[in-house]
């Protein structure tokens, strides 16, 4: 898919992307790895792979993928997200977001069609949840409960005015923000070659230079002959599972037939309709808003120099930090000591303890909030210091910028 205003308006509505967003955009730029003996290709350098990418113009595509999170994200009860899986509850494409980024395995089918057609479906046993883009509309439908959610598409007027919403679309535009992003602070090499999808693949290695980040390595697989990213793997400083292991099954590059994108709410189901894409208002369309309601997607890129809820950021690349002022002071301390109160219930302290690990240093007290891939420090003096790095850096962080 070429990247252009009108792909970006469309990948708005890909649900798969989101996730992918969740890490690309948290760690603040990740690449891929691919598998060891893989076929033989002709050597290409980093900067001919990149190249390679960047000239990718597929814009039709089917197939099916798979995508795989372990963000480290505390377990929840079954139902709490509409049942505990992608089918069932609401259409609407925010909560369907929030059951995706909680973890797991989800597979999906996927077309596309140019800028102004793509399909995804998410299939989850007999039941399915699809999000299909076409033309004017967006359509969400949940088999499962026969729920469906409507709105119109974004104008291209209102693109004009909301450019942080302008979020990657495919693997290619992943890649093409991580490469654009990674700067001086990553090592970019080509790894060993891959078969995905069946398709010869190479593979391009992003690693950090230095220390510090929670993400140890991203890989992009590749294809040989066309430039289209197929699979993305971002790796953890601690080992085990990737973070996200995003790619395709089965993929063909061929034009996928019209009728794909067509859809007509059955008789029986609910419509709910949303606003009609007007950015930057208090009615923004929820296709576009839930992608930009995902954790790590929304204004950590600048924002006011300490202004209470403002962002400030904090170094650059891999370790870069965000810092907020919540304006809240004791908060921390006026737990602990309610939890060591006589009178608290049993198991208070540990309860408090599970939340986070206790911290302290030249900034004053806090306590560490842990994922695989995010770490926030809370302190007591009402400020909160997050990104993908170790708790080392954002206690490194608070103590200078107390």
Same mark, same amino acid.
């Given at each position: 898919m070429a990247t252009n205003a009108k792909t970006r308006k469309a990948a708005r509505y890909a649900v798969p992307v989101a996730v992918f967003g969740v890490v690309a955009g948290t760690i603040a730029m990740v690449p891929a790895f691919a598998n060891a003996g893989g076929p033989d290709l002709p050597q290409v350098t980093a900067q001919q792979l990149i190249e390679k990418i960047a000239a990718s113009d597929v814009q039709q595509l089917s197939g099916s993928a798979k995508i795989s999170t372990d963000l480290g994200l505390p377990s929840l009860p079954a139902g709490l997200l509409g049942g505990g899986g992608v089918t069932g509850g609401s259409a609407d494409p925010q909560e369907k977001l929030s059951q995706l980024v909680s973890g797991g395995t989800q597979t999906f089918r996927v077309a596309a069609d140019g800028p102004d057609r793509q399909k995804l479906t998410f299939v989850d046993g007999k039941d399915e949840y699809s999000l299909v883009h076409n033309g004017?509309?967006?359509?969400?439908?949940?088999?499962?409960?026969?729920?469906?959610?409507? @709105?119109?598409?974004?104008?291209?007027?209102?693109?004009?005015?909301?450019?942080?919403? @302008?979020? $990657?679309?495919?693997?290619?535009?992943?890649?093409?923000?991580?490469?654009?992003?990674?700067?001086?602070?990553?090592?970019?090499?080509?790894?060993?070659?891959a078969q995905v999808a069946g398709r010869d693949a190479y593979q391009l290695v992003l690693k950090p230079k230095g220390a510090g980040s929670t993400v140890a390595s991203v890989k992009i697989a590749v294809d040989a002959k066309n430039g289209v990213p197929l699979r993305v793997q971002v790796l953890s400083t601690d080992g085990g599972k990737p973070i996200l292991d995003a790619g395709f099954t089965k993929v063909d590059f061929a034009k996928p037939a019209a009728d794909t994108f067509a859809f007509t709410p059955p008789k029986d189901a609910k419509v709910t309709e949303g606003a009609a894409g007007e950015h930057g208002k208090e009615g923004k369309?929820?296709?576009?808003?839930?992608?930009?309601?995902? $954790?790590?997607?929304?204004?950590?890129?600048?924002?006011?120099?300490?202004?209470?809820? @403002?962002?400030?950021?904090?170094?650059?690349?891999?370790t870069s930090i965000a810092r907020i002022e919540t304006g809240a002071t004791n908060t921390l301390k006026g737990m602990d000591d309610a939890a060591k109160d006589k009178n608290a219930p049993k198991g208070a302290a540990q309860f408090l303890d599970s939340l986070g690990e206790k911290v302290s240093g030249k900034f004053g007290e806090g306590r560490v909030l842990k994922t695989r891939v995010v770490n926030a420090l809370i302190t007591d003096d009402g400020k909160v210091y997050v990104g993908a790095v170790t708790k080392a850096e954002l206690v490194k962080a608070a103590d200078a910028n107390k």
């Open positions: 004017d509309d967006v359509w969400g439908y949940d088999s499962k409960s026969k729920e469906v959610f409507h @709105e119109k598409a974004p104008s291209e007027k209102g693109d004009k005015g909301d450019k942080s919403s @302008e979020l $990657p679309a495919s693997p290619q535009e992943i890649a093409q923000e991580v490469l654009k992003a990674a700067g001086t602070t990553t090592d970019v090499s080509v790894g060993d070659t369309d929820k296709g576009l808003g839930a992608l930009e309601s995902i $954790p790590g997607l929304g204004g950590l890129t600048g924002g006011a120099e300490g202004a209470q809820g @403002e962002p400030k950021v904090l170094g650059e690349g891999w």
